[in-house]
T-cell receptor, first 113, second 115 residues
């Protein structure tokens, strides 16, 4: 089973920041936090991941609390094309293993015009 | 940007028939996966494949399922005798290597409809 808890749905106004929370209170020291999204039954798409430091890339920012028990994905300027289901996945990923992703139910983000 | 290509995009088959779903991985990727998603449900892991053999499989991946890389490029999922409950989106994913810096790239999926 997924080790994360996410709200089932959120709304965001177009052009505003979307802040998607994720609780992972049982995360262990070696586990990373990954975010993927799925737009309308397409294949999941990687967004960002982190261990304990905050991370930023061209798509989003990831803020991880100091105790690592929760994180927030930030889409700085949401557009209609960001409407999707967002998955927060906790995984220990190390070389030499095949490491499957375990998806939960995610958060359906609806960006409103 | 490199893509994982899946064919066909949609397949309709009669119950009891065999189907083969095809995936062309990104050329230098070493790890391959199949996932499925029944309409309205979670994305579920089926099987992982590395070095021409199955690394791990889920409970869903029973004797009706098989995978192979017949020509070293295509990665296929075969369902021997389809059931109504096999109707789902099937996603192929590939990965260059394991380790946190390497992401998974998913294909656009094949929608399988068993009638």
């Amino acid at each position: 089973d997924a080790k994360t808890t996410q709200p089932p749905s959120m709304d965001c106004a177009e052009g505003r920041a979307a802040n998607l929370p994720c609780n992972h209170s049982t995360i262990s020291g070696n586990e990373y936090v990954y975010w993927y999204r799925q737009i309308h039954s397409q294949g999941p798409q990687y967004i960002i991941h982190g261990l304990k430091n905050n991370e930023t890339n061209e798509m989003a920012s990831l803020i991880i609390t100091e105790d690592r028990k929760s994180s927030t994905l930030i889409l700085p300027h949401a557009t209609l094309r960001d409407t999707a289901v967002y998955y927060c996945i906790v995984q220990w990923d190390y070389g030499g293993a095949t490491n499957k992703l375990i998806f939960g139910t995610g958060t359906l983000l609806a960006v409103q015009p | 940007e490199p893509e994982v290509t899946q064919t066909p995009s949609h397949q309709v088959t009669q119950m009891g028939q065999e189907v083969i779903l095809r995936c062309v991985p990104i050329s230098n990727h070493l790890y391959f996966y199949w996932y499925r998603q029944i309409l309205g449900q979670k994305v579920e892991f089926l099987v992982s494949f590395y070095n021409n053999e199955i690394s791990e499989k889920s409970e869903i991946f029973d004797d009706q399922f098989s995978v192979e890389r017949p020509d070293g490029s295509n990665f296929t999922l075969k369902i021997r005798s389809t059931k109504l409950e096999d109707s789902a989106m099937y996603f192929c994913a590939t990965r260059l290597d394991t380790g946190s810096v390497y992401g998974y790239t998913f294909g656009s999926g094949t929608r399988l409809t068993v009638v």
